[in-house]
């Protein structure tokens, strides 16, 4: 069974930043796919960003390109994101995703079948 816990998020004002954390317990992290992924309220879940299971492939979402960066530690057994000039845009809960399948189509989260609880992330200009 895999648990994921984020962390990290806030209330911030537009143009600012914030780290999101996902802890992971599970023996062998780095067989794992990891992917953040947020939904904001009345919306769809949507894809943000994903990271390979060696860190060396990182997929984003077109809105979040030059702004968030996806980053693992696999000794930490940790992702994060990294989320900058923030926008108003930007709110809603953020989910950290897991998988330990291979697919091809990381933005899609009917591939992830391990879940976080979420955090709260709020952005006010």
């Known amino acids: 069974q895999v648990q994921l816990v984020e962390s990290g998020g806030g209330l911030v004002q537009a143009g600012g930043s914030l780290r999101l954390s996902c802890a992971a317990s599970?023996?062998?992290?780095?067989?794992?796919?990891m992917g953040w992924f947020r939904q904001a309220p009345g919306k769809e879940r949507e894809f943000v960003a994903a990271?390979?299971?060696?860190?060396?492939?990182?997929y984003y979402a077109e809105s979040v390109k030059g702004r968030f960066s996806i980053a693992r530690d696999n000794a930490q057994k940790t992702v994060y994101l990294q989320m900058n000039n923030l926008e108003p845009e930007d709110t809603a809960v953020y989910y950290c995703?897991?998988?330990?399948?291979?697919?091809?189509?990381?933005?899609?989260?009917?591939?992830?079948?391990?879940w976080g609880q979420g955090t709260q992330v709020t952005v006010f200009s």
């Open positions: 995703a897991a998988d330990s399948r291979i697919f091809r189509n990381p933005s899609s989260s009917d591939n992830f079948n391990y």
């Open positions: 599970v023996r062998t992290f780095s067989s794992y796919m």
């Open positions: 990271i390979s299971r060696s860190g060396v492939s990182t």
